[in-house]
């Protein structure tokens, strides 16, 4: 069974940092993309990032496009999300997830493709 554990949200000041990781089960970081996404109360569920397990490329989403960058340590099974210069529209809870297909050889963007979901993190950003 995989398990994803999201870890490092919390309270920080706009224009702050926080760097957030999730931690998978042994050697799953190694064989499936893995993203990020974010849910803010009454609104759906957001992609935010996500990388491939093969070529470690990226794909973000528009609003968090030259402040968020996504990586891995498949030696370590995790994958963090480095988030800089942050907004009070930032806030939500933050979630690590994996893709369905072993291996997709394309960064797929909507949640429908991820199997694997974390517990959650919050992240508040204060203004």
């Known amino acids: 069974q995989v398990q994803l554990v999201e870890a490092g949200g919390g309270l920080v000041q706009a224009g702050g940092s926080l760097r957030l990781s999730c931690a998978a089960s042994?050697?799953?970081?190694?064989?499936?993309?893995m993203g990020w996404f974010r849910q803010a109360p009454g609104k759906e569920r957001e992609f935010v990032a996500v990388?491939?397990?093969?070529?470690?490329?990226?794909c973000y989403g528009d609003s968090v496009k030259g402040r968020f960058t996504i990586s891995r340590d498949n030696a370590q099974n995790t994958v963090y999300l480095q988030m800089n210069s942050l907004k009070p529209e930032d806030t939500a809870v933050y979630y690590c997830?994996?893709?369905?297909?072993?291996?997709?050889?394309?960064?797929?963007?909507?949640?429908?493709?991820?199997?694997?979901w974390g517990q959650g993190t919050q992240v508040t950003v204060s203004s």
């Open positions: 997830a994996a893709d369905l297909t072993l291996r997709r050889p394309i960064l797929v963007t909507a949640r429908g493709y991820y199997g694997y």
């Open positions: 990388i491939s397990c093969s070529d470690s490329s990226t």
């Open positions: 042994a050697r799953f970081l190694s064989r499936y993309n």
